[in-house]
């Protein structure tokens, strides 16, 4: 090796071992990334719309005010309004739901209400990992779509490509965010703060690899769906007793 | 009756409009390249020999916008500092990534690289007949090539007609990418759609024919000669085509919208009816396309003076490009105006000041044109301004006429 081709191969090097680290998960000792295929399960039958969830994420992530990694919508539905149901989502639900006022509400025959709880679906073929122009969002080897936000330009096209409203880009810190499926404690044995500060379980972090986990199961003798399944994003936060009118 | 929403529902994410009216401007700036360009075309590979007095403008416009393009994009950044990176490391399935090389391809292989040759000859003679700065700038520019023999400026011309040649394509390529970039956002129905490239190519054809005409005939008139009427004449035949096929494909895209009534199409109606009725329906389609498709077809059917059409041609060009920039901004703002649940709406106000307001815009929209007036100075495109055309030399017409 001469002395050119040296000084060419190191450049070269040090260029690839930079885009090796921009596009590696946090590590964690006995952590096998290839053992894992994780998800979210959530049942709506079982969320109340406490808020719970909310609180959790944005105290354990540091979400900045007025932004959500997680947020729970309030749907109500009659047989008049099936495509056109009333939503809200007051803060994110952050401090839960108020009642609706007097009047405002649906009242048409077979009115119902619901609470579904939202987050990045950590699609397999996700269309925001498609578009970022330098790879600074990606997907982990298990299935989570993250972002370095050392390298993020702040483009803004992956919030553009989320058809689910998932991405916002941190007021202070100008590159795009969301929800990491708390990596950093999944990846420690841990599960989401999310699930955690549910009450009635109606979230629930699966691992799609994994035999023993309870999600084949319930997937077994429950009808899931994901949201916006048209949309083909390999989307793996699965929902059971979802509403046809939920967006 | 029209669809009205139960609630005013966004996701909580969608408080702010992540694509500003910079991003406008990006898509209305390269298309004004492209245009200028295909019409520079027109006389270099097509021969239409009525054109070739704007031939020199219309490629040293091109230029002028096209230095500007990345301006607006970079000054949008979060981190404009890391914007290199695009070049390092580009993700190959980014849509997006491919930019800086489009850009760099176009303006270098293509646009600096044309103008250098057809103003090689010129550029060589005002090195030896300037003095002072003058002379300096001048001498860089030849790229310390002085060789101005018969054999080497038909090699330049030859190379020339080369690149346009490959540059049409690049011009399609250029603003089709654009339209690419919004339409093969699946998440949002007011972007998805395999036309959006050929409307974005087609609308480009139309902005950049405009702004050339208009162009010329200010800049004639400033210099205080008679405007060629054959040339204006059939700069605003070329005007009138291409706005109808940009027309026709505008429409195919909205009957096409309206009968198949997806489930977007409730949302996106009620929003055509209500925050996009003035820049869409009155500015877009009234004024900035029927108006001046109206006007360019008196223009062609009907027998009127010269002063008559002229007037004609200044009074549909502006409105064209009027027309153009809401349609870009009926494009970028209006495809952020609903919400990805299609149950709710939100508004975009034009900040001032702030590094995304309404006087960076206004600044990107001027600096071209004060690049222009540095260029035109520096290298004269007018009808025998040129030392060569003085010489009675190779670019004698535009100046000059071809081997």
Avoid at chain 2, 21 to 43: H, K, N, Q, R
Avoid at chain 2, 307 to 320: C, D, K
């Amino acid at each position: 090796m001469n002395r050119r081709f040296f000084i060419t191969l190191t450049g070269a090097a040090a260029v690839a071992w930079d885009s090796v680290l921009a596009g590696a998960p946090e590590s964690s000792p006995n952590y096998k990334v290839t053992d894992h295929w994780w998800a979210m399960l959530i049942d709506v039958d079982k969320c109340i719309g406490c808020g719970n969830c909310v609180r959790a994420c944005s105290v354990e992530n540091d979400v900045p005010e007025g932004f959500f990694r997680t947020w729970v919508e309030r749907y109500q539905v009659d047989d008049m309004h099936l495509d056109d149901p009333l939503v809200d989502s007051p803060n994110g639900a952050k401090n839960g739901f108020p009642p609706l006022p007097p009047g405002k509400g649906l009242t048409g025959p077979g009115v119902k209400e619901f609470f579904v709880p939202k987050l990045c679906n950590h699609c397999a073929d996700s269309p925001c990992t498609q578009v970022c122009p330098v790879g600074a969002t990606f997907t982990t080897p298990d299935g989570v779509v993250l972002v370095d936000e050392t390298y993020c330009l702040g483009c803004r096209y992956c919030v553009e490509a989320c058809p689910y409203g998932c991405r916002f880009i941190h007021p202070e810190k100008n590159v795009a965010q969301k929800c990491t499926l708390c990596y950093h404690r999944i990846t420690k044995g841990l599960t989401t703060a999310c699930c955690e500060a549910c009450p009635t379980s109606s979230r629930m972090l699966a691992d799609l690899k994994n035999p023993n986990d309870p999600i084949h199961e319930f997937m077994k003798k429950h009808s899931v769906q994901v949201l916006k399944p048209h949309m083909a994003t390999g989307a793996k936060a699965f929902y059971a007793n979802l509403d046809g009118s939920v967006r | 009756m029209h669809f009205i929403p139960a609630a005013n529902f966004t996701y909580p994410n969608e408080i702010e409009l992540n694509w500003s009216i910079l991003v406008v401007l990006y898509p209305f700036i390269t298309g004004l390249v492209a245009g200028a360009f295909i019409l520079a075309s027109l006389e270099r590979v097509f021969n239409v020999e009525a054109v070739k007095p704007t031939y020199r403008l219309a490629l040293l416009t091109a230029l002028s916008f096209m230095i500007v393009a990345p301006l607006p994009l970079q000054l949008h950044l979060g981190h404009p500092e890391r914007s290199f990176e695009m070049y390092l490391t580009p993700h190959t399935s980014s849509a997006m990534a491919m930019f800086g090389f489009v850009y760099l391809w176009y303006l270098m292989v293509v646009l600096v690289l044309e103008i250098w040759l057809d103003f090689r000859h010129d550029i060589v003679l005002l090195s030896r007949s300037t003095t002072g700065l003058k002379r300096v700038i001048y001498r860089l520019m030849t790229l310390g090539s002085q060789n101005i023999s018969p054999g080497a400026l038909r090699f330049d011309d030859r190379a020339g007609y080369t690149i346009t040649i490959i540059g049409i394509p690049s011009a399609f390529l250029l603003h089709g990418y654009v339209g690419f970039i919004f339409g093969s956002v699946k998440a949002n129905p007011w972007w998805s759609s395999p036309l959006m490239p050929v409307v974005f190519i087609f609308s480009a054809m139309v902005s950049g024919i405009a702004a050339v005409m208009l162009l010329y005939m200010g800049t004639t008139k400033l210099r205080g000669e008679k405007i060629n009427q054959d040339c204006a004449d059939t700069i605003a035949k070329y005007l009138f085509y291409a706005f109808i096929v940009d027309f026709s494909l505008e429409m195919l895209d909205l009957i096409h919208r309206i009968y198949e009534a997806d489930e977007s199409f409730r949302s996106l109606d009620f929003m055509v009816h209500n925050s996009l009725w003035i820049p869409h329906v009155i500015i877009q389609l009234l004024m900035g396309t029927l108006t001046p498709i109206l006007l360019l077809a008196a223009t062609q059917l009907m027998k009127l003076p010269p002063v008559t059409r002229q007037r004609m041609y200044a009074l549909a060009g502006s409105l064209t490009l009027i027309g153009i920039f809401a349609m870009r901004w009926n494009v970028v703002i209006g495809g952020q105006l609903f919400s990805k649940s299609l149950l709710g709406y939100t508004t975009y106000t034009v900040p001032l000041w702030t590094r995304e307001g309404l006087l960076p815009a206004i600044a990107l929209t001027l600096m071209p044109f004060g690049i222009l007036f540095v260029l035109v100075k520096l290298l004269p495109p007018w009808p025998g301004s040129g030392p060569s055309a003085k010489l009675g030399g190779l670019h004698a017409e535009t100046s000059g006429g071809r081997l």
